[in-house]
């Protein structure tokens, strides 16, 4: 019978969310998940598909079920451990979505307007979602049920994880002593691989659809090489780390192969003394990438054609999930004077 490890608590929590929506390209593993599986040994983690945050832009409901699938067995692909993590669907743990309401009302609805994100998307708009507004709130159940100490996120997202800060710290002085007061851990190495065809621009999903703008993690491997030896660079032809804003775009090339290499700057650089130009650059870092994702692309269409696996894997994470998640939202029940039963 499969169990997961128990773990004494010398190890701290991590809570990650991503939604299912776009297709997962390198900017999401070298910035999220090739940390997360680096780093199971390390903490004891909660990875979680967040569905329930995906619905606020009224998604197509076939593709939503389709994507949110997809994206489960390229984390399973990537070497997310159910011996080692909890990886689970947002929607298949209850308790995230009735936190959420138990946080909706110790929540200023002025925290929630000053967010940054929502000021951004709702922008224009003639009306926008409850969900949108409060999509920071059920972000903070996500990352309070499970007592977690750090919750890595990109810039983006930083304040989101602030406000669930605030949000624990006021219903602690509320209802006494209930949650740890998470910390955003913003990654140093990786966290931000710029678009192909605009280093200035961070590779995104939402961009995803731009001719060359992004490396997906599912592209075959022409695909990659293509895309790379269509990267935008400079006319310098030196192949070096630099901070000059013109010279962005052989920084990133550089920084992927760093990060996937794993080595320091100057074997970076070391390794291209003798290239003959950027072109050679592009090559190698196209290279390395397809070496990479090779493997995750082969173990992803192995799961993805498997349902009935993919889906017993993730039953067992919803369980796990459960287990703790509900034991955290009784306690916050009993607090708020709620009769549990």
Not at 197 to 222: C, E, F, Q, T, W
Request: with cysteine.
């Amino acid at each position: 019978m499969w169990e997961k490890k128990v773990y004494m608590n010398e190890k701290n929590t991590v809570f990650s969310g991503v939604q299912p929506s776009g297709d997962p390209q390198l900017g999401n593993y070298l910035g999220a998940f090739k940390g997360w599986v680096e780093r199971q040994e390390e903490k004891d983690n909660y990875f979680c598909v967040v569905d329930l945050h995906a619905l606020t832009v009224t998604p197509d409901p076939i593709e939503l079920r389709k994507q949110t699938r997809e994206l489960a067995a390229i984390l399973f692909a990537c070497g997310i451990d159910p011996d080692k993590s909890t990886l689970f669907v947002q929607s298949h743990v209850s308790s995230h979505a009735e936190s959420c309401w138990l946080l909706n009302c110790v929540t200023p609805i002025g925290w929630l307007e000053r967010m940054t994100q929502f000021k951004d998307k709702s922008k224009g708009q003639e009306r926008v979602s409850t969900g949108l507004l409060d999509y920071p709130v059920l972000m903070a159940g996500d990352i309070l049920l499970y007592d977690a100490q750090e919750v890595p996120v990109g810039e983006d997202q930083k304040q989101h994880v602030e406000l669930a800060r605030d949000i624990a710290e006021r219903f602690n002085r509320i209802y006494g002593e209930t949650f740890v007061i998470p910390e955003p851990v913003i990654p140093e190495i990786g966290g931000r691989v710029m678009g192909l065809n605009d280093p200035n621009v961070k590779m995104s999903k939402s961009y995803s659809h731009i001719r060359g703008h992004a490396v997906r993690m599912l592209d075959d491997p022409k695909e990659i090489e293509r895309s790379f030896m269509r990267a935008v660079t400079d006319s310098s032809n030196e192949i070096r780390f630099s901070d000059d804003p013109d010279r962005a775009g052989v920084n990133n090339l550089l920084g992927i192969y760093k990060v996937i290499t794993g080595k320091p700057e100057e074997s970076v650089e070391r390794d291209f003394y003798d290239a003959r130009g950027y072109g050679d650059l592009k090559k190698a870092v196209a290279e390395v990438v397809i070496e990479e994702l090779s493997p995750i692309r082969e173990k992803y269409h192995q799961l993805i054609n498997d349902v009935e696996e993919l889906d017993r894997l993730l039953s067992i994470g919803a369980e796990q999930a459960r287990a703790i998640s509900d034991q955290k939202l009784r306690l916050m029940k009993e607090k708020m004077g709620l009769i549990v039963s």
